[in-house]
């Protein structure tokens, strides 16, 4: 059983505990109890997606409803697959703005409730927290107020049962002067579209004054997924750069302070949403969310979406063979110097971990982020806190390594006797980080080293670390 070794061993502890100190806090504990211990944490960490009307397939606010999902939830928090925070925690940039994850002594309170019983406590110790029937921003709820505008692309009705489609309007960016965009969220338009839209993706079609929005600072070889590659000025118009790019189980993109994107008077987005059937016929669409830089307080910087390839032989170079385990790897090349402000990774179905990785111009590596596993549910966006923003010098190649697991181990995996191939289909497949970044000149990046330190410090300043962090 898993677990068991981990429970054991806890158990344990608050034995020994127990014999060296007898009469001491540990002895005297009380049970854990859900009204006085859980209920607090699942209020902080679930309810907003375990409630009546939200995306969790059951409510976790009352004692009658959690105590049905007793085994469940300690199996699922103790192997840290809810929250939906899969970022390995061993290794790569570990400080996080967005971070929902459970602190260890919340997993162990957790376990310890469920070991116990799973008993309720005095029902007058249950404090409720309002229920959100409504639809919301992510950011919003994370305390960064409304968005400053709304986009909705018009809406659209999927039958019950259909093929996948790609619904791809367009939209008037409503703004009267050029503004600068902090942070951005696609949600679906409704609560029921949650069962339809998969992805969504907002391309930015561009004023011929603002081609500086085009991302040429990362270069993937011939194969370019990212859209990297030299390119004429006239052609940067036609490049649609990605305002945002959203899918299940994402959040919102929040740029690096100081970093974001210009939007001007006459620009539109280009709607790229990727839907499928429900069972049941859902009308639904996609709304981006965009929050301002006050006027007078613009950044210095643009910030760039890529997507790092994993593909290093391109979208041909994908053959996952039926009941197979299969690795592809990519290698792109920071053109400059590049600070990182974000992980996400993307698959499909097959998808199993990702590991992203720079490779120095000295030969050294490094990792940045690692999720081991991947959970098609889940597309969750990895914020890098600001002081904790790796950087990297020109030259190096940031390697993603990508694993994919078509057999019938993977819950996900709708049918193992398939081969696989790339494709925008939710059974084909595709790997790729996603990644804001932004660039610095040579003078800036020896200033954010000499203060920050170079690659992944997850924010300890070159004169705090020990010889070991240093390597
Ligand atoms: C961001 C939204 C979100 C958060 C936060 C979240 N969950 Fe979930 N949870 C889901 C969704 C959606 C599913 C169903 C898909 C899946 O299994 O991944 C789920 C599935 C589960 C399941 C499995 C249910 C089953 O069918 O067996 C358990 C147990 C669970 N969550 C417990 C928790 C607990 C406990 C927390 C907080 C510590 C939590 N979740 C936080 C959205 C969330």
Redesign the pocket.
């Known amino acids: 059983m898993p677990g068991s070794k981990l429970q054991l061993g806890a158990g344990a502890l608050v034995l020994g505990a127990i014999c060296a100190l007898p009469g001491s806090a540990a002895a005297q504990q009380k049970q854990v109890t859900f009204t006085k211990d859980v209920s607090p ?2 209020q902080a ?2 309810q ?3 409630e009546p009307g939200s ?4 409510s ?1 606010v009352t004692y009658q409803d959690a105590r049905p ?1 007793a085994r ?2 300690k199996q ?2 103790e192997s840290r697959q ?3 925070w899969h970022i390995d925690r061993s290794v790569g940039v570990q400080k996080f703005k967005n971070d ?1 994850s ?1 602190s260890d002594e919340q997993v162990a309170t957790i376990a310890a409730w469920v070991d116990g019983g799973a008993l309720e406590g005095n029902p007058a110790d249950f404090k409720a927290k309002p229920v959100n029937k409504e639809l919301y921003w992510q950011g919003e709820r994370d305390g960064y107020g409304p968005p400053d505008l709304v986009i909705s692309a018009p809406m659209q009705t999927m039958p019950a049962v259909h093929q996948d489609e790609w619904w791809r309007p367009v939209n008037e960016i409503p703004v009267t002067e050029p503004r600068w965009v902090k942070m951005v969220e696609i949600r679906p338009a409704n609560v029921e579209g949650r069962k339809i839209l998969h992805h969504s993706i907002a391309y930015h079609i561009l004023s011929p004054d603002n081609t500086a929005a085009v991302n040429q600072g990362v270069g993937v070889g011939r194969f370019s997924l990212s859209g990297s590659a030299a390119a004429s000025a006239a052609d940067l118009v036609n490049r649609r750069p990605q305002l945002m790019e959203w899918a299940i189980g994402k959040g919102y993109d929040r740029y690096a302070e100081g970093t974001g994107k210009l939007i001007m008077p006459g620009e539109k987005i280009s709607w790229d949403q990727h839907i499928h059937a429900a069972g049941e016929a859902v009308t639904s669409a996609s709304q981006l969310g965009i929050w301002l830089y006050p006027k007078g307080q613009e950044p210095k910087k643009r910030s760039y979406l890529v997507g790092f390839t994993g593909l290093k032989n391109g979208t041909e170079g994908l053959d996952i063979p039926p009941n197979s385990i299969a690795y592809t790897e990519g290698f792109n090349v920071l053109k400059e110097n590049t600070a990182i402000t974000n992980f996400q990774p993307h698959f499909h179905l097959r998808g199993k971990a990702m590991q992203v990785e720079a490779i120095f111009p000295d030969g050294r590596t490094q990792t940045i982020s690692y999720v081991k596993d991947f ?1 098609f ?2 597309m969750t966006n990895y914020i890098f806190a600001d002081d904790a923003v790796p950087v990297f010098p020109k030259g190096t190649i940031i390697k993603v390594s990508a694993y994919y697991d078509n057999t019938k181990a993977n819950k996900s995996n709708p049918d193992p006797d398939q081969w696989v191939g790339y494709g925008d289909r939710t059974v084909d497949e595709m790997a790729h980080a996603w990644m804001n970044v932004y660039y610095l000149t040579d003078e800036e990046y020896k200033d954010y080293v000499a203060k920050h330190g170079e690659g992944v410090t997850n924010g300890v300043p070159p004169r705090n670390r020990t010889q070991q962090q240093q390597q």
């Open positions: 944490i699942l960490k679930c907003s997606c375990h995306i969790g397939p059951m976790l999902w469940s939830i699922r928090v809810m929250p939906p929902m459970l959970n549910n889940w």
